[in-house]
C-alpha cells in the first residue's frame, strides 16, 4: 500500500481505538465533534467546524456506511494526509484513489478488525464468518463480503456470492478477479477450492477461497 494511504488507516485505526472502537456512526460523529447535518449531496469538511452533509437513504445498512465513509473523509483531512493521498496517483485517478481510501477506512470503521478476527476465529475462512461479520455490525452483506476479504491486504483471498446462476457480488484481492454477472451453473464445479454455504431460501451460494 502506498505510505500515505498506509498513514491515514494507521491514524484513523488509532483514533477509532481511543474511542473504544465505536461502530454508531452517529456516537462516534459526537465523540469525534462531527456534526451531521442533511444536504443534496454526501460530502465531509473537517473545518473547523466538522461538517458532515448526508444525503438521506431508506436502505439503513447504506446509510450506515456512508456514514462512515465521510467520517474518513474527515479523519484523512484530520490527519493532514488528504493532498499526499491524492498525490499517490495521477490527476485522472487521484479523485477515485481517495474515495477508494476513504472507503476502506469507513469499511474498517464499521467492521473493525476486531470483529472480522473473532469471525474468523469462530468460523475459520468459510461462508459463516462473511454472515458473521454483517450481522455484528449491521452492514450490508456486499460490504461485510468485501471488508472479509480485503482485511488483509497482503493474503491472497476471495469470496463471491451467486444469485441463481449468476454472480451478484464478488470480491478478490492477490488471486484470479471474480467478477459480477458471470454465469455459474455450479458453483462446486467453477469453485473447486471454495468453501461453500447454500441459503435455500435467498437461492444464494456463498464462497471463498484463501490460497
Same mark, same amino acid.
Given at each position: 500500500? %502506498?505510505?500515505?494511504?498506509?498513514?491515514?488507516?494507521? &491514524?484513523?485505526?488509532?483514533?477509532?481505538?481511543?474511542?473504544?472502537?465505536?461502530?454508531?456512526?452517529?456516537?462516534?460523529?459526537?465523540?469525534?465533534?462531527?456534526? $451531521?447535518? *442533511?444536504?443534496?449531496?454526501?460530502?465531509?469538511?473537517?473545518? /473547523?467546524?466538522?461538517?458532515?452533509?448526508? %444525503?438521506?437513504?431508506?436502505?439503513? /445498512?447504506?446509510?450506515?456506511?456512508?456514514?462512515?465513509?465521510?467520517?474518513?473523509? $474527515?479523519?484523512?483531512?484530520?490527519?493532514?494526509?488528504?493532498?499526499?493521498?491524492?498525490?499517490?496517483?495521477?490527476?485522472?485517478?487521484?479523485?477515485?484513489?481517495?474515495?477508494?481510501? #476513504?472507503?476502506?477506512?469507513? #469499511?474498517?470503521?464499521?467492521?473493525?478488525?476486531?470483529?472480522?478476527?473473532?469471525?474468523?476465529?469462530?468460523?475459520?475462512?468459510?461462508?459463516?464468518?462473511?454472515? %458473521?461479520?454483517?450481522?455484528?455490525?449491521?452492514?450490508?452483506?456486499?460490504?461485510?463480503?468485501?471488508? &472479509?476479504?480485503?482485511?488483509?491486504?497482503? #493474503? !491472497?483471498?476471495?469470496?463471491?456470492?451467486?444469485?441463481?446462476? &449468476?454472480?451478484?457480488?464478488?470480491?478478490?484481492?492477490?488471486?484470479? *478477479?471474480? &467478477?459480477?454477472?458471470?454465469?455459474?451453473?455450479?458453483?462446486?464445479?467453477?469453485?473447486?477450492? #471454495?468453501?461453500?454455504? !447454500?441459503?435455500?431460501?435467498?437461492?444464494?451460494?456463498?464462497? $471463498?477461497?484463501?490460497?
Amino acid at each position: 500500500m %502506498r505510505d500515505a494511504s498506509h498513514a491515514a488507516l494507521a &491514524y484513523a485505526a488509532k483514533i477509532h481505538a481511543q474511542h473504544g472502537y465505536e461502530t454508531c456512526p452517529e456516537r462516534l460523529c459526537a465523540a469525534l465533534g462531527i456534526r $451531521v447535518i *442533511p444536504g443534496r449531496e454526501n460530502r465531509a469538511v473537517n473545518g /473547523p467546524p466538522s461538517i458532515i452533509t448526508l %444525503r438521506q437513504d431508506r436502505y439503513a /445498512p447504506r446509510q450506515k456506511f456512508t456514514m462512515h465513509h465521510e467520517i474518513a473523509h $474527515v479523519l484523512i483531512q484530520r490527519a493532514g494526509l488528504e493532498d499526499a493521498v491524492l498525490n499517490e496517483v495521477d490527476g485522472d485517478d487521484a479523485n477515485e484513489h481517495l474515495e477508494a481510501v #476513504a472507503s476502506h477506512m469507513g #469499511a474498517a470503521l464499521l467492521m473493525p478488525a476486531s470483529l472480522v478476527r473473532q469471525a474468523i476465529r469462530d468460523w475459520g475462512d468459510r461462508p459463516e464468518a462473511i454472515l %458473521r461479520i454483517q450481522q455484528g455490525s449491521g452492514a450490508s452483506f456486499p460490504a461485510a463480503l468485501v471488508r &472479509y476479504v480485503t482485511h488483509d491486504l497482503e #493474503a !491472497s483471498r476471495g469470496a463471491f456470492a451467486t444469485s441463481g446462476s &449468476y454472480v451478484a457480488h464478488a470480491a478478490s484481492i492477490n488471486m484470479r *478477479p471474480i &467478477y459480477r454477472y458471470d454465469r455459474v451453473p455450479d458453483p462446486r464445479a467453477s469453485f473447486p477450492e #471454495a468453501a461453500l454455504l !447454500s441459503i435455500p431460501n435467498r437461492a444464494r451460494t456463498v464462497g $471463498v477461497m484463501v490460497f
